[in-house]
């Protein structure tokens, strides 16, 4: 057997384009093209040549132009490259043209992140998730593999019935994107109802969100004492991990590790992950992990905030946790709701845990009701979807003490005789 140490890396050549016509974040520049050699790294690759390239707009058949595909291929066969790796996305159509142009392989971004969720998804929604992000990309693209065995609308010998392998293979893909949706739909269903029950159970949701390697695998073994492989490289956890911990003596959370976002994530990507990347919506509290010790934490905070925003999770109350400030020089952010902490020697953790038990404290409401025998529908309101720590009948009506959430306190709080607060 081979061992798979052994196999020869694939060395690729990386090209980026900044144009003027590009939306913000879209265009290559230095730090999105070290970002993709990284990728290619993370997916078993050798980087060994890089060629940029800057123009109004790209060029509709070869994406960065003549001049520079042919440069683009001297460099590859100059250094024996197996692939070309695009940072920014490449139609159907270029990617065609330049894989025949290069004479080797032709991968943009999406693709090669694609690749490397592959590669690390390991439970069987994680795999499904991955597999339908891939049927949606390869959709689009089967028009370029199977150009030459595309039928010529009204040619000779070409009418009547019969189907194109290009048209077999459409459909063959939509049923397999239908089925996989289909099974996504079910895990969506499970997950409603193992919140529901969360909910009822009256145990938080926080939610661990950052850019990729910002730490939050780290951080969650820190806090929950838990052994998840947390090395440094990018999307090392794809798979959601959750843990129950305390946060003090009384409250009870569950800790829940998501995937890392990242500049440019695949659109397929995020949609066929919103099973997992729902649950930001209905935590309590996210932990927004920022890596202090990368000079690009600023823009790579922004970029999670757009993507929580996308995902409709930005009403979610959330706490800034700035990791690695044992590493990191200079001044440290001081804000509300955020906190500085090393999640390798556990500084400043602490810290992190009053928060989090001042944010989920604050949200509710302990206190004691008097609800008349006429209200009765409202007791079982208090048992469905508050925590009910203790029920007395007296003479004027039904005595409940109770742990409530906001949406349920506008409708009783007229009740309450006491607070436990």
């Not at 140490?5 to 590009?22: I, S």
């Not at 932990?287 to 995902?311: G, K």
């Not at 602490?350 to 509710?364: H, T, V």
């Amino acid at each position: 057997m081979t061992n798979t140490n052994d196999l020869k890396k694939e060395r690729a050549v990386l090209c980026g384009l900044a144009a003027a016509c590009f939306a913000p974040g879209e265009s290559s520049t230095d730090v999105s093209m070290t970002e993709l050699a990284a990728l290619v790294e993370t997916a078993g690759g050798e980087v060994v040549a890089v060629l940029t390239q800057t123009r109004a707009t790209p060029d509709p058949r070869s994406f960065i132009g003549e001049g520079k595909v042919e440069e683009l291929r001297e460099l590859a066969q100059i250094n024996e490259c197996d692939l070309a790796v695009f940072d920014n996305e490449l139609s159907p159509s270029q990617m065609r043209v330049l894989s025949e142009d290069l004479g080797i392989k032709v991968m943009d971004r999406s693709g090669l992140i694609l690749d490397i969720f592959a590669q690390r998804a390991r439970t069987k929604e994680g795999q499904l998730q991955v597999e339908l992000a891939q049927y949606r990309y390869l959709l689009p693209r089967l028009l370029g593999m199977w150009k030459h065995l595309e039928r010529q609308e009204g040619a000779i010998g070409t009418r009547g019935p019969g189907e194109t392998q290009l048209e077999s293979d459409r459909r063959h893909i939509r049923k397999k994107i239908q089925k996989l949706e289909d099974e996504l739909a079910e895990v969506r269903k499970n997950r409603a109802t193992q919140r529901r029950r969360r909910e009822k159970n009256e145990i938080p949701v926080v939610a661990l969100v950052g850019y990729t390697n910002a730490g939050k695998s780290t951080l969650l073994n820190r806090l929950t004492g838990s052994a998840i492989p947390a090395n440094n490289r990018l999307f090392d956890t794809l798979d959601t991990t959750t843990r129950r911990m305390m946060v003090d003596e009384v409250q009870e959370i569950l800790l829940s590790d998501t995937v890392g976002f990242i500049r440019k994530l695949p659109t397929h990507l995020i949609e066929a992950f919103k099973a997992t990347l729902e649950e930001l919506q209905f935590a309590d509290v996210l932990l927004h992990v920022i890596d202090m010790s990368s000079e690009e934490w600023q823009s790579q905070a922004e970029i999670v905030d757009n993507l929580i925003s996308q995902l409709g999770a930005e009403g979610t109350p959330c706490i800034r946790v700035y990791n690695k400030c044992d590493v990191c020089a200079g001044l440290l952010p001081r804000e509300d709701n955020a906190v500085c902490i090393s999640a390798r020697t556990g500084e400043g953790t602490a810290e992190l845990l009053q928060m989090i038990s001042d944010q989920l404290g604050r949200s509710k409401h302990r206190a004691v009701f008097l609800i008349p025998f006429d209200k009765g529908a409202l007791v079982q309101q208090l048992h469905n979807d508050a925590a009910v720590l203790r029920v007395d009948y007296v003479e004027h009506g039904t005595r409940v003490e109770a742990i409530v959430k906001p949406e349920l306190w506008a409708k009783v709080k007229d009740y309450a005789v006491e607070s436990a607060d």
